[in-house]
């Protein structure tokens, strides 16, 4: 058997599928094939296991041990890695919970996984050099319409519906969490990257339109046109380059483009 046929017979037995890789293994005292493979399937599962908890502690923190193990292995068994890094095995954990009993009937579970993984997504994001006030200076007023803006690769977004964020605020520092709560209305989040150490902070619903467009790569008078909807025409230019200010203060944009 040539090596790729046997490393996918490896795999398939790993997986528990039927394979022909039991055929190639020696089988002598004091173990039988069977055992033998069984050593490795353990192994993979516990490995990719242990990943699991390096990217979601506080989630592993709120299931305790048991729960997390048997999460852990109902999510190995229906989503094999299929990552050369080990690094991204794990991603479609918070939408396993959202869809899997009984992790379904608590929402807030998956939003602390969608958390978790967005932190470690944006920490290990590319890097790159970033602008301050000092950028704008060389804009003249006819070009700001045409201004479009490029961000640091680790800005991200996310909305929740839960208080995800303060329960995971206080079981990161080891403190008692509030009770999971449901929010009267959805809240917006920014996450991104800065020496070496990860932010994040709620958005206002103007902040929230103006990123999400400036995001998309609209151009500032377009983000000025969907602030319309929500503020005075007057107030609009005013707001959206106080933005644009907050922005490069946070360090939150890589290049302006015109």
């Known amino acids: 058997m040539k090596l ?4 996918r017979e490896m795999q398939s037995g790993l997986f528990g599928a039927g394979s022909a890789i039991e ?11 069977e055992a033998r493979l069984g050593i490795y399937r353990h192994a993979y599962v516990a490995r990719l296991i242990d990943a699991l908890r390096e990217y979601y502690p506080v989630l592993h923190q709120i299931l305790g041990d048991d729960d997390f193990e048997a999460l852990g292995g109902m999510f190995v068994r229906a989503h094999p890695s299929v990552h050369r890094s080990i690094r991204w095995y794990g ?4 939408d396993f919970l959202r869809a899997e009993p009984p ?3 608590q929402p807030i579970l998956a939003e602390i996984a969608r958390f978790e993984w967005t932190l470690a997504q944006a920490f290990d994001s590319a890097d790159a050099g970033v602008l301050d006030r000092a950028a704008l200076a060389s804009i003249e007023p006819a070009e700001w319409a045409d201004l479009t803006f490029r961000f640091h690769p680790s800005v991200l977004r996310l909305t929740f519906e839960w208080n ?4 995971w605020k206080a079981l990161s520092a080891e403190q008692a969490p509030p009770a999971p709560q449901r929010s009267a209305d959805a809240v917006e989040w920014l996450i991104w990257r800065g020496n070496l150490e990860n932010y994040f ?5 103007v902040e929230a339109t103006a990123l999400d467009a400036a995001l998309a790569g609209r151009n500032f008078a377009a983000i000025c046109d969907a602030l319309t909807l929500q503020l005075p025409d007057d107030e609009v230019p005013l707001r959206a380059a106080s933005l644009i200010a907050t922005w490069l203060d ?3 944009l890589a290049a302006l483009a015109r």
């Open 4 to 7: 790729r046929q046997l490393q």
């Open 23 to 33: 055929a190639q293994i020696a089988d002598t005292a004091p173990l039988t094939k």
């Open 91 to 94: 991603r479609e954990i918070a």
């Open 103 to 105: 992790f379904a009937g």
């Open 164 to 167: 995800t964020i303060a329960v």
């Open 201 to 205: 902070r709620s958005l206002d619903s």
């Open 250 to 252: 946070g360090g939150l």
